[in-house]
């Protein structure tokens, strides 16, 4: 029902009838009018345009009652002609009601709305406000309001009835008498109503519209401004309530939002006996059907991400994949009509006048099984993954349906913001579709005095899933057949509860994001800009332009959670993989076709021999010697390749340790360092044959270890003031990270394709690869074609696969059991599927890298570059052996003109040469002289050259003396060559002078001299003599210091 009670004001004109005769003075005013059955709407078609200021409306319901209340005051009259004589006389009032009933009712009705649009768009919030302001207001911007048409109809009509007279007499007598005459004129009036009402009562509406808008057409004035912030309880609750809360309970901001707000809890957040809100009813069903067709269900068809690389620019990732499509699509959401109770929107804090709390409750109220429960919140969306690339073994495309059931979500929000009082009260009608001019009156609280930075800040935020969370899977379209299967990992996933931990540390992370300063700082940046671009609001009054704003800072916890699913994911990605190359059967050797050049310009790795004399001994003595078994310097019997790595390379633990040059970086509170790589077995070969020929251009390889694997170690901080790691930083202490992958029993199984051309080998000139990045391209410039033939790597077991310091205990412990389960379940599967993995997917991509490389050495500019010809003077030593700075410190230019290849060979034999054992010899005797020694001999430390070495006949004729002499030097022995001390001094620059080098050794150092001995025959046969002597002479020396300073001018351009 609608009851107007303007008429009832003090002011108004609301008299309706006057009479005064000879008899009485009768006034009749109208108190009241009451309209019911405005529930009954059967059609509604309103805002038809018709003109530039008119409006069409048709109405039809199906009853309405009309109360009018009248009030009638009777006095004796005043008139000198008066029958009665009763000026004393009081007057009589009686206040009665007439009633009557209409019965389907159609009404149109046309009006004329002329709005001065300066007047409405001035008009300011905070006037508004307050109900008894509304509509004056609003009349105030009227400039001219009338109903241009007005017609009723109606089937039928009640009879009256008048109530409310002081005699009930009276009250039968007036009903009965107007009963009568309805019954009599009920057609008639019938009739005449559209007349009557377009005749006479439009006339009368326009005349009360106008008086209306005369006499409360003025806008009441805002308030004078308000300083501070609104107080939420005061502006959403209503003034009892906000007292309660600890707000003023003065209704500052009036009550009109307090009204909304009641309404809204009323109507829309009140709950039936299940818990479920009357919102679901009346707004969620209609608005998701008119959506997709469907109750509670949205259904967003169509690309909702589409992240493709259409074409992969750089060549060297055309090796992999072509192109790259990541797509989301067809997002269908159901069971969006269960919001229940507990709900609760911008409900203000009690104890802050800035804070709001907001709790949305979705989906069932009890705990029901996920499959069971139809009436769960379900979200279902396309994902296709798609690899292009014809030659790309990691060539797919998979479209999944994924979908994920949520039986129970509650969402939680506390948000804090200070809205400026004065800008919300003076808000103007005509920005009120501004978002910019809303966002402004979130003022920055630099400005306020409170912690924020930001007008508006998440508190907290959080989700809550009690029922926990469903994933299904299935394939649409995927080239890769075991995806079919992948609900079985999701079951696995589920079970080891691996979506409830990323779950919940997505929403920790995403909570700490919302509640950090990053993003209060976009706010406040958003804020900023919002109040320069808001039309009423003085450019001057923004907030400062230079003000900075925090950058992004990552917290703890958010790189504890990326380095947990960092972890855990490359352990899924394993197991997709793994099902997919299970009994995959493996493919044969490929053909690497040769194609444009002879093959009798290819050289033959069966006969190296015909390029070098000495190539296949040496290939020959290298294979024996690397893959035969040695006893290693701490006495173990073990392979020659690890006796090398461990004399050259390895430290005491049989680790090779590989330091890192990049250092990482520095970003968003991040520290990453980079401390090295270790590579794991290399001291374990069980078995190593490489570079066995099984064809003129082709070698195959064998090699097995009983271990091998690899760990990084990182030093890892995190700028989070809200832990002990700020203190830590300020000592510049990192925490050490490592991450560790260790197999077992490996082999690789490898054959590979060589096709070298024999006449660009020869003419390869030494200046081309002085740099060592041009090494690999004058390589791959000689090279016809290469390929991978084979490819099998089997293992044994997985040893360890593991992650160790900064990450939390629980992390930890999550992390270490989530690896055993999937040891437990799929590493058979893994370990089984690899041959094939190696085979199918491994050997193809290193194929394209190789050929990546070599058709870049061919194309025009990556080929193997000609030595530098403005070389035209005397090679510099110093520049061609030391560092910039070394060279400089000896005045040499410092410039890399001859490339670097012979800075880093002088720099690894200075410091392979340099290193000292306790006794103060070099390593070299380890490394090269033990080892050179024992070959020659057997006996290490000595070289022994039996029979005649030297040998010499010459004839004498001195004095009289005429006679034949010989001699001869053989079975010459050294011993003790590997007693030489440190430092070693090989090649080395010498000051101011750009063709001498410098060589200093000393031999004899420590317990054992250097021992030469050998025979010497002397004999001579003359005309008076005949002699014949064999001698065995020694030498012993201790401490031998050999110097030797060469003088050495090489053309640069024959170099």
């Known amino acids: 029902s609608l009851i107007s009670g303007f ?21 009749m005013s109208l108190v009241s009018i009451r309209v019911q059955g405005l529930d009954t709407f059967k059609e509604l078609d309103l805002l038809n345009v ?41 007057p009589i009032t009686e206040v009665f009601t007439i009633a009557f009933t209409a019965n389907d009712i159609g009404i149109d009705f046309t009006i004329l709305l002329a709005l001065n649009e300066m007047t409405l768009g001035t008009i300011q919030l905070g006037s508004m406000l307050h109900t008894t302001n509304i509509l004056p207001c609003l009349f105030s911007a009227i400039d001219k309001a009338s109903f241009t048409g007005l017609a009723l109809t109606v089937t039928d009509l009640v009879p009256p009835t008048m109530t409310g007279f002081l005699d009930r007499g009276i009250d039968q007598i007036m009903s009965s008498g107007a009963t009568a005459l309805f019954n009599m004129y009920e057609k008639a009036l019938i009739r005449a109503m559209p007349n009557f009402f377009q005749l006479f009562v439009k006339d009368v509406i326009n005349d009360y519209i106008d008086g209306v808008v005369s006499l409360l057409g003025k806008c009441p004035d805002t308030k004078p401004p308000m300083s501070g912030f609104v107080d939420f309880r005061d502006l959403f609750l209503d003034p009892d309530d906000a007292l309660a809360s600890g707000g003023s309970g003065d209704a500052p901001y009036g009550n009109v939002i307090p009204w909304i707000m009641d309404i809204i809890d009323d109507q829309l957040f009140s709950a039936d006996e299940s818990g479920q809100l009357s919102v679901n009813e009346l707004m969620v069903r209609p608005l998701t059907k008119s959506q997709s067709g469907i109750e509670g269900s949205l259904h967003f068809n169509g690309t909702l991400i589409d992240l493709n690389k259409r074409q ?46 907001n709790k949305i409750s979705i989906g069932v109220t009890e705990n029901v099984s996920i499959t069971d429960n139809s009436d769960s919140l379900r979200a279902s969306f396309g994902f296709e993954l ?35 009082v004065d800008r919300l009260m003076k808000f103007p009608l005509k920005d009120i579709t501004n978002v910019d001019c809303w966002i402004s009156t979130l003022w920055s609280s630099k400005n306020s ?131 997919k190359h299970t009994g995959v059967d493996l493919p044969p050797p490929v053909d690497i076709v040769v194609s444009g050049a002879d093959k009798t310009e290819l050289i033959d790795l069966t006969d190296l021999g015909s390029i070098l004399s000495w190539g296949d001994m040496v290939l020959d003595e290298a294979r024996t010697y690397l893959g035969g078994v040695v006893e290693s310097k701490r006495g173990e019997q073990v392979l020659g390749i690890t006796n090398l790595l461990q004399s050259l390379i390895l430290d005491d633990d049989g680790l090779l340790k590989i330091p890192i040059i990049d250092k990482g970086f520095i970003a968003g509170g991040v520290e990453l360092s980079l401390y090295n790589v270790t590579l794991v077995g290399l001291d374990s070969f069980a078995k190593f044959e490489v570079l066995k020929t099984s064809g003129p251009q082709a070698f195959g390889n064998i090699i097995r270890l009983d271990k091998l694997g690899v760990t990084l170690r990182m030093g890892l901080s995190v700028e989070d003031p809200n832990t002990e790691q700020l203190r830590r930083l300020n000592t510049n202490k990192l925490e050490t990270i490592t991450v560790s992958l260790i197999f ?43 390929g991978i033939q084979k490819l099998v790597m089997t293992l044994g077991n997985i040893d360890e696969f593991s992650i160790a310091g900064f990450v939390s205990a629980a992390t930890q412990q999550e992390i270490d059991d989530f690896t055993a389960a999937v040891f437990t379940n799929y590493k058979p599967m893994i370990i089984e599927s690899l041959p094939a993995f190696t085979a199918t997917v491994v050997r193809p991509l290193l194929n394209n890298v190789l050929q990546y490389f070599m058709e870049k050495a061919k194309r025009e500019g990556g080929a193997c570059r000609e030595p530098d010809e403005s070389l035209t003077g005397i090679v510099d030593f110093r520049d061609l052996f030391l560092s910039q700075s070394k060279s400089v410190a000896l005045l040499g230019s410092g410039l890399p003109k001859y490339g670097d290849l012979f800075r880093v060979l002088h720099s690894f034999i200075d410091d392979v040469i340099s290193a000292t054992n306790d ?8 490394l090269i002289i033990s ?80 021992r030469v001995s050998f025979k010497l025959f002397v004999a001579g046969e003359g005309d008076d003599v005949k002699i014949s002597n064999e001698l065995e002479l020694g030498l012993s020396l201790k401490n031998l210091s050999v110097i030797l300073e060469l003088l050495a001018e090489i053309e640069e351009q024959a170099f």
């Open 919 to 926: 006794l103060g010899q070099s390593n070299i005797n380890d």
């Open 449 to 579: 005095g409170i912690e924020s930075d930001a007008g508006v800040a998440i508190e907290y935020l959080n989700m809550v899933l009690d029922d926990g969370m469903m994933v299904n899977a299935s394939c649409i379209s995927c080239t890769n057949q075991m995806l079919n299967q992948f609900n079985s990992v999701l079951s696995f996933l589920e079970d080891q509860e691996w979506i409830s931990n990323i779950r919940s540390r997505a929403i920790l992370i995403g909570s700490q994001l919302a509640r950090g300063e990053w993003v209060q700082g976009m706010i406040a940046k958003q804020i900023d800009s919002s109040s320069r671009r808001c039309p009423h609001l003085n450019f001057e009054n923004s907030m400062p332009l230079a003000q900075k704003y925090q950058k992004f800072e990552t917290t703890r916890e958010m790189v504890d959670g990326v380095l947990y699913g960092g972890m855990t994911l490359v352990q899924v990605i394993a197991i997709v993989m793994a099902q």
């Open 744 to 786: 077992k029993d490996v082999e690789i199984d490898t054959s590979v394709m060589l096709a070298l051309d024999r006449e660009l080998m020869r003419s390869m000139k030494l200046g081309s690869i002085l740099s060592i990045d041009n090494i690999s391209s004058c390589l791959f410039s000689t090279i016809h074609a290469i």
């Open 7 to 27: 008429f009832s004001d003090e002011n108004s004109n609301n008299i309706i009838f006057e009479g005064h005769d000879k008899l009485t003075e009768t006034t």
């Open 312 to 357: 992969v620019t750089r060549k060297i990732w055309t090796s992999f994949a072509d192109n790259l499509r990541l797509r989301l699509s067809d997002l269908h959401l159901s069971g969006l009509d269960s919001m229940r109770v507990p709900t609760e929107i911008l409900s203000p804090k009690s104890s802050s006048a800035h804070t709001l709390e």
């Open 931 to 1010: 080892k050179l020694t024992d070959n020659q001999s057997n006996s290490t430390g000595a070289l022994f050259f039996p029979g005649k070495l030297f040998g010499q006949e010459f004839d004498i004729a001195l004095n009289g003396l005429n006679a034949v002499v010989e001699i001869a030097v053989s079975d010459v022995r050294l011993s003790s060559l590997d007693s030489i001390g440190a430092p070693i001094r090989l090649l080395q620059p010498v000051e101011g002078e750009a063709s001498i080098l410098n060589n200093s050794v000393s031999v004899g150092v420590g317990p054992d001299a250097l």
């Open 386 to 420: 798609l690899v292009g690339g014809e030659n790309s073994p990691l060539a797919m495309n998979n479209l999944m349906d994924l979908e994920l059931i949520v039986p129970s979500l509650d969402i939680l929000a506390m948000l804090r913001a200070t809205v400026e």
């Open 50 to 90: 018709v003109g530039n200021y008119t409006v069409r409306n048709l109405l039809k319901m199906e009853r309405l009652t009309f109360s009018i209340e009248l009030e009638a005051t009777m006095m004796a009259s005043s008139l000198s002609s008066s029958f009665i004589d009763a000026s004393n006389a009081k």
